[in-house]
Antibody, heavy 123, light 109 residues
Framework: EVQLVESGGGLVQPGGSLKLSCAASGFTFSGSAMHWVRQASGKGLEWVGRIRSKANSYATAYAASVKGRFTISRDDSKNTAYLQMNSLKTEDTAVYYC??????????????WGQGTLVTVSS | EIVMTQSPATLSVSPGERATLSCRASQSVSSNLAWYQQKPGQAPRLLIYGASTRATGIPARFSGSGSGTEFTLTISSLQSEDFAVYYCQQYNNWPPEKTFGQGTKVEIK
């Protein structure tokens, strides 16, 4: 059974930093790409970014709204993905989800989701 | 970035009636289109992928159609558990951004 557990959310001041974790099990983590998706309260889903597998050089990609401020990394030995968030803004307040996909030549949808972790950026 | 536009924003439907939700892509995404259902306080749930393939365990009353830039999700006979928000998403390999539509809320009429 695929399990994804996000953690690390909390209250942070504008301009501050926070690092989220996503602990994964039940699938081949090292061969998967890992994505982060966020959702502000009462709003829609926004793709944040992804990191590919070692076979694809751990390539990362980010949404324009977070590029240069957020960094995605992974530790395949711990089956965990991370989202480092710097220079946080009030508009980054959201529930953050992680979700895995395949990492080959095909195009992949999101069939598994964690429960999410809430990040609140406020003074 | 590929922009996804859903309509309508809100759909009021009586139980047992048919619901039709639309999703348009700003450029062709072939059949790389998924639909998700989300209920309050829950993570999204995959309903449809490949524009028309139901995910595991999804009832047959949910069907998807379309390709290229125009897509439709149809719920043939709404059940009480189907009242939720529905999102479409394109998942083309390139560009890497996996963009979502803004959602359609299906509410009880």
């Amino acid at each position: 059974e695929v399990q994804l557990v996000e953690s690390g959310g909390g209250l942070v001041q504008p301009g501050g930093s926070l690092k989220l974790s996503c602990a994964a099990s039940g699938f081949t983590f090292s061969g998967s790409a890992m994505h982060w998706v966020r959702q502000a309260s009462g709003k829609g889903l926004e793709w944040v970014g992804r990191i590919r597998s070692k076979a694809n050089s751990y390539a990362t990609a980010y949404a324009a709204s977070v590029k240069g401020r957020f960094t995605i990394s992974r530790d395949d030995s711990k089956n965990t993905a991370y989202l480092q968030m710097n220079s946080l803004k009030t508009e980054d307040t959201a529930v953050y989800y992680c979700t895995p996909t395949g990492d080959g030549y095909n195009s992949y949808y999101f069939d598994y989701w964690g429960q999410g972790t809430l990040v609140t950026v406020s003074s | 970035e590929i922009v996804m536009t859903q309509s309508p924003a809100t759909l009021s439907v009586s139980p047992g009636e048919r619901a039709t939700l639309s999703c348009r892509a700003s450029q062709s995404v072939s059949s790389n289109l998924a639909w998700y259902q989300q209920k309050p306080g829950q993570a999204p749930r995959l309903l449809i992928y490949g524009a028309s393939t139901r995910a595991t365990g999804i009832p047959a009353r949910f069907s998807g159609s379309g390709s290229g830039t125009e897509f439709t999700l149809t719920i043939s006979s709404l059940q009480s558990e189907d009242f939720a928000v529905y999102y479409c998403q394109q998942y083309n390999n390139w560009p890497p951004e996996k963009t979502f539509g803004q959602g359609t809320k299906v509410e009880i009429k």
